[in-house]
Nanobody, 122 residues
């Protein structure tokens, strides 16, 4: 599976942005998918995860209530809607997947895509 994230950019604090992760090579409709981010000088961190059906979603405390993950299996795409962005949300955002139907919070992803940069100015 090849993943490509896009939709990043430069926005102001309080703005909204939607990231997309398009998969190719094979369907991701049976896999749990997630978003991670990495800010300069920091470790990569979990942002959000979603089960194959979209019924179950998971969020880091830092984004809960502001970010929404969703997926369109017909389009082989996963989304991350980010509202009320803060400067601390600035990072390269990566999408990733697990070879499981759910999103397993205690297991690392098995495949990753290239990231997209989000910069939030204050």
């Amino acid at each position: 599976v090849q993943l490509q994230a896009f939709g990043g950019g430069l926005v102001q604090a309080g703005d909204s942005l939607t990231l997309s992760c398009a998969a190719s090579g094979r369907t991701i409709s049976t896999y749990g998918m997630g978003w991670f981010r990495q800010a300069p000088g920091k470790d990569r961190e979990f942002v959000s995860g979603i089960s194959y059906s979209g019924r179950h979603t998971y969020y880091a405390d830092s984004v809960k209530g502001r970010f929404t993950i969703s997926r369109d299996n017909a389009k082989n795409t996963v989304y991350l809607k980010m509202n009320n962005l803060k400067p601390e949300d600035s990072a390269v955002y990566y999408c990733a997947g697990q070879y499981s139907t759910g999103w397993l919070t205690d297991r690392p992803p098995r495949f990753w895509g290239k990231g997209t940069l989000v910069t939030v100015s204050s």
